[in-house]
């Protein structure tokens, strides 16, 4: 194993500071801009390099690998490969996500000999990289001269991991070898902003004055929440239990408070809810929202957006009817509220009056038919507190909703950006991770075909990953919210494909399930296989999807299609 260099280069520089922030693993896709840099990145004794079949695929799993991790790093060579792992990098931003894109770029000498070069535009200007990456990272390098390279490399780290956006570093191919000083303490650019004292106790003596006037708060949670780091999950536990009030989670918080905790009324997702728990959303007089995301997809195309003055804790500030405070931590604002604010349980009281019976889930014999339910039926009795569980956009994002997690399991949805594809590589980038997670992906049939080829990189890991394949014949999600021949797809044999991926020596298995017992046997079957990942392709009839997607899908549709307004109507 090499040791950490006596000498260092810049791209030495990069890799310890890679290894200091906690990355272990750092994907890559070669390019010749990048070689060098590569070289460096596999010296460093603390980070292993995870080869991707594809750009695209590489910052997916970078992204996946950051929910698991934190952090995560993608390396990539310049426009051919970055202009494709900007896709992630996009993800990553939209899901709060610190991705650090690093590309290989043109020698420095190129630009000013008006050369033409390979893998670009066939212009001269090579800026145009470093221009498009600003606008998707919070903080966008290029190092033009080695010696600057340190401050350069720590300022767009550091905004990484403050801000939980992604960053862009930009290395030329001749300056990964050259040489520059080592690293100073990393403190410098962990260090976390703590809150203003003063702001903190004004924003958490707000907020008890506020909700003392108040008869019926409920908190709402979303996933900006887990985002913030800092223990603020624990310190919402701790709030909402010295509040006593209902706490309803936004569908892409799902799991950030416990669904076994009493408190907890439901996934607030209008009218497609779980356990009616719009019913006391909608009736609160107060809403504490904690790094929630209204979106148009999470309102339910703008009707659910609620309709009384909104509290909103973020990750660095909280904003209340008529006050603001700034540079306030969410896991510390959440902390202080505990204790100061009084309990009020009548959310609660009501809920516990209005709560749906639980649902009686009729279990299929062997020999019926497969359906979405029962897929859902038998996923179900899989969870466990070791279970983490990713939902792709399509369907699954709603079946995936509705199960119950079992305490201390984990749920990923990425709903923000809703990239289709995206459940394969995040969750292969997750499992790198999180090898002692037990690590289940429901996916739909057109989501599977766009990232496939990274199924391979499970096989080359054996990883044990379950992929729940649910082949429906098409893009239904789109049927629901506007359909046209374009949301037919070619049918694959899925289950083949996978086991294609072997070559000579991988342990992926590919089934097909086309009944209940079917999938329980290739359930069965997926358990034992704990050397490479399983594919269960599941076939259901092209009409058999939730009634939660079609209602979701009409009112989304309907926002989609207001029309233009008028200047001044
Ligand atoms: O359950 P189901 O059939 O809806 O899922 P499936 O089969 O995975 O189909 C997903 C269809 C879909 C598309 C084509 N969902 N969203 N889109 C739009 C879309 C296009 N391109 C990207 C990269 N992401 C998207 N979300
Ligand atoms: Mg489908």
């Not at 600057?148 to 862009?168: F, G």
């Not at 309709?307 to 405070?325: K, N, Q, R, S, Y």
């Not at 038919?369 to 039926?377: P, V, W, Y």
């Amino acid at each position: 194993m090499s040791s950490l260099p006596t000498k260092y280069t810049v791209g030495d520089y990069l890799a310890e500071r890679l290894a200091q922030i906690g990355i272990r693993h750092h994907f890559v896709v070669p390019g010749d801009y990048n070689l060098v840099l590569l070289d460096k990145l596999q010296a460093n004794p603390n980070l292993t390099e995870v080869g991707c079949a594809n750009e695209l695929n590489c910052s997916l799993a970078a992204e996946g690998y950051a929910r698991a991790n934190g952090v995560s790093a993608c390396v990539v060579t310049f426009s051919v490969g970055a202009l494709s792992a900007f896709n992630g990098t996009g993800s990553a931003y939209a899901e709060n996500l610190p991705l650090i894109l690093i590309s290989g770029s043109p020698n420095t000498n190129d630009a000013s000999q008006f050369h033409l070069l390979h893998h670009t535009l066939g212009t001269t200007d090579y800026s145009y990289q470093l221009e498009m990456a600003k606008k998707i990272t919070c903080c966008a390098v290029a190092v033009a001269r080695a010696h600057e390279a340190p401050r350069l490399i720590d300022r767009a780290i550091r905004h990484a991991l403050l801000a939980r956006k992604p960053c862009y570093i930009e290395i030329p191919t001749n300056l990964s070898g050259a040489e520059c000083v080592r690293p100073g303490p990393i403190s410098a650019v962990t260090d976390p902003v703590t809150s203003d004292k003063a702001a903190l106790a004004a924003a958490a003596n707000c907020a008890s004055e506020y909700l003392s006037g108040k008869l019926k708060p409920v908190i709402l949670v979303g996933p900006k929440l887990r985002r913030a780091g800092d223990g603020a999950e624990q310190a919402l536990i701790k709030l909402a239990e010295a509040m006593g009030c209902a706490v309803a989670v936004q569908p892409a918080a799902k799991g950030m408070f416990p669904e076994d905790h009493k408190q907890f009324v439901g996934i607030f997702w209008g009218t497609v809810s779980t356990d009616a728990a719009d019913s006391i959303v909608h009736w609160a007089d107060a809403l504490l929202c904690v790094g929630t995301a209204f979106t148009d997809y999470s309102t339910v195309g703008w009707t659910a957006m609620p309709d009384i003055p909104l509290m909103a804790a973020e990750m660095d500030h909280v904003t209340f009817p008529g006050a603001h405070f700034s540079r306030v931590r969410l896991g510390e604002f959440l902390s202080h509220l505990a204790t100061t604010v009084k309990f009020n349980n009548s959310t609660m009281i009501e809920y516990n009056r209005l709560k749906p019976d639980p649902v009686l889930v009729r279990t299929a014999t062997p020999s019926d038919e497969l359906t979405r339910k029962e897929i859902s039926r038998q996923i179900q009795a899989l969870l466990d507190s070791k279970t983490t569980l990713f939902v792709e956009t399509g369907d699954s994002w709603f079946n995936g909703v509705q199960l119950k997690l079992p305490p201390g399991a984990l749920f990923e949805i990425e709903m923000a950006w809703g990239h289709i594809g995206w459940s394969i590589p995040a969750a292969f980038g997750y499992a790198l991770r999180h090898p002692d997670r037990k690590i289940i992906v429901m996916v739909g049939d057109g989501s599977f075909q766009v990232t496939a080829q990274e199924v391979s990189q499970m096989v080359r890991f054996n990883l044990p990953i379950t992929i729940v394949l649910i082949n429906n014949r098409g893009y239904t999600i789109e049927v629901e919210i506007h359909d046209g021949s374009y949301n037919k797809i070619k049918n694959w044999n899925y289950a083949l494909l996978v086991q294609a991926f072997n070559g000579e020596d991988g342990n992926a298995k590919g089934l097909t399930a086309k009944t209940a017992g079917e999938l329980q046997d290739a359930i069965k079957a997926a358990e034992e296989n704990t050397k490479g990942p399983t594919l269960i392709e599941c076939s259901i009839d092209q009409d058999d999807c939730s009634r939660e997607l079609i209602t979701w899908g009409h009112f989304v549709a309907a926002a989609n299609a207001r029309p233009p307004r008028l200047p001044g109507v």
